[in-house]
């Protein structure tokens, strides 16, 4: 919702669109590759190879390939969950402010915010679903690989979610220099 939609309308809508674009395309991937391991699952076993480690039986493949599968559909849904909330707030957010009110008080800039925040919370979930299925592929060759796989994506996502810019130590270097501030 903006005060003023005729300066800025565009601009906001056309990133909540580029918003459900990379949704709608992750989305996409994942359920390509979600029938892709589903037909993999309805292939008999395949003989033993070299490269594999670990348990080589039907049931172990089995296992390890549903998992794979399970973890692509709750990407599937949190990416559906995203374009959702992202398509809501798209439509929401050029309704001038003043007319929203007087049609339903009840919606206001903090519920339009609250959309946007959503989607990104479910873009952030479909996400990191998605990044969690490159161990449990690399667990079809063994645990090793998998165990490797776990420990890059690990200091990956803490060096993204930790940055020095963004994370907990940026906020306490805000809160210090706004006590510094003189009143």
Known sequence: MMQDPSKNGVLAVQT???NIMASSLLASAVIMLSSVIAMLMS??????????YGDN????FSI?????????LV????NVQSV???????????????KILSWSPSLT???????VNRGSYFWSLGSRAFY???????????????????????????????SAEFGPAAESEDHKEVAKLPA
């Open 16 to 18: 909540l669109r580029n």
């Open 75 to 78: 990407a599937f849904l949190f």
């Open 84 to 98: 959702r909330y992202y398509s809501q707030a798209s439509i929401l957010i050029n309704v001038p402010s003043k």
């Open 57 to 60: 039986s039907h049931l172990g």
């Open 132 to 162: 969690l299925s490159f161990p449990l592929f690399l667990w079809l060759f063994g645990p090793i690989p998998m165990f490797l796989c776990c420990i890059v994506l690990l200091l990956m996502l803490y060096s993204l979610d930790m």
């Open 109 to 115: 800039m903090d519920y339009v915010g609250r959309s």
């Open 43 to 52: 292939k008999p076993s395949a003989q033993s190879s070299l490269f594999l």
């Open 64 to 72: 390890k390939v549903f998992s794979i599968l399970v973890c692509f």
